[in-house]
């Protein structure tokens, strides 16, 4: 099974950004539909984005489209999120997960989570 390790949190003011990397050092990440979640203090965890094996396709949810990128490298088995135009709303932990299919992570239906890492907007 996929092993997900997330990097790149961290403090920052509103309107900055940040990018998170998500990495699988000794597995294939190309065999998965990758994708990120967050959860804020208090709610249940979301969906933030996800992308096609290939890289060719991704998705977002409605609060993150437009400031949000997620992107991949297939041969350094990494997975990335830049996060730009930051609001206060953005602070949660942020997870990496493995999927089968997109309908499936968007749906919560996960391989392979991360440990998370914490980013923090402050006003």
């Known amino acids: 099974q996929v092993q997900l390790g997330e990097s790149g949190g961290g403090l920052v003011q509103t309107g900055g950004s940040l990018t998170l990397s998500c990495a699988a050092p000794?597995?294939?990440?190309?065999?998965?539909?990758m994708g990120w979640f967050r959860q804020a203090p208090g709610k249940e965890r979301e969906f933030v984005a996800v992308?096609?094996?290939?890289?060719?396709?991704?998705y977002y949810s409605d609060s993150v489209r437009g400031r949000f990128a997620i992107s991949r490298n297939n041969a350094k088995n990494t997975v990335y999120l830049q996060m730009n135009s930051l609001k206060p709303e953005d602070t949660a932990v942020y997870y990496c997960?493995?999927?089968?299919?997109?309908?499936?992570?968007?749906?919560?239906?996960?391989?392979?989570w991360g440990q998370g890492t914490q980013v923090t907007v402050s006003s």
């Open positions: 997960a493995a999927s089968g299919t997109v309908a499936s992570l968007k749906t919560n239906r996960v391989d392979a």
């Open positions: 992308i096609s094996r290939s890289g060719s396709s991704t």
């Open positions: 000794g597995s294939t990440i190309s065999n998965y539909v």
